[in-house]
């Protein structure tokens, strides 16, 4: 049995819970088609018994309105309040999704170990990191929000790395219900170039080359997608939602 790892506020904005549980709240962070792969089943919304009061449990995240999230990139600053990610689908692991991903770009998965989390609360992850080839350079974290299904998913890469974004795209693809690969494959071409030319401009503006930019949120079906560019690295978080 591997021993719980504390893990410090600071680094809650790297990486989402150390990878996946971190919410995109006021902090500063730092190939192939899916559609013919197996999906699996989107959850149900718990419904609230009449005249009980409804009580959030500590799992589900106080996220922003859908209508509220910013369809455009936006300075670190002015990030939405999204949440930690919550269980994407029933049964939903991810587990062949994440094989292939790190077959494709050679990367080098960890062991499931327990973290814990600000609030107390354990979850479990699984990192790897890239070796050699095409994965030199990659990142990814996969967090489970309950110790079996998936509920977050950091992608990492460097900015000025070839194929950056296709890996990226490639971590889009995550084969649950509901998703629609089309409209997250157009939206993250539009996220990298907003980010990219916001960071630019706020570069130049401040002469910081270490300026932290957010694009605009995507949903589709059961999950978040939001791709954040600071100075030498693009993270994108991809998260299960419980958004209204």
């Known amino acids: 049995m591997r021993t719980a790892l504390r893990v410090p506020v600071v ?44 009580e959030t449990p500590a799992e589900t ?24 990610g919550v269980t994407m689908a029933a049964g939903y692991t991810g587990k062949d999704f994440l094989s292939r991903l790190a077959k494709d770009w050679k990367l080098n998965l960890g062991k499931p170990v327990k973290q814990e989390m600000p609030n107390g609360k354990m979850r479990t992850y699984i990192h790897g990191r ?39 795209a490639a971590c889009t693809e995550l084969d649950v219900a509901g998703i629609d690969h089309a409209k997250a494959s157009s939206w993250l071409k539009q996220a990298k170039r907003e980010t990219d030319s916001l960071y630019k401009e706020r570069a130049a503006e401040t002469k910081n080359k270490k300026e932290y930019v957010v694009s605009g949120v995507f949903t589709s079906g059961p999950v978040v997608m939001v791709l954040h560019r600071t100075y030498e690295t693009y993270s994108l978080r991809i998260l299960g939602h419980a958004a209204a």
């Open 11 to 54: 680094l809650m904005a790297v990486a989402i819970g150390a990878a996946g549980a971190v919410s995109c709240s006021r902090s500063t962070p730092e190939k192939t088609a899916a559609s013919e792969r197996p999906t699996a089943a989107a959850p149900k919304a718990a419904a609230t018994p009449s005249g009980t009061p409804a």
């Open 61 to 84: 995240p106080t996220v922003t309105p859908a209508t509220d999230l910013p369809k455009h990139a936006v300075a670190g600053k002015d990030r939405p309040s999204i949440g930690a």
């Open 130 to 168: 890239g070796g050699t080839g095409s994965g030199t350079g990659t990142t990814v974290s996969a967090g489970f929000a309950d110790h079996t299904n998936l509920s977050s998913l950091l992608c990492g890469t460097g900015t000025d790395k070839s194929g950056a974004l296709d890996f990226l």
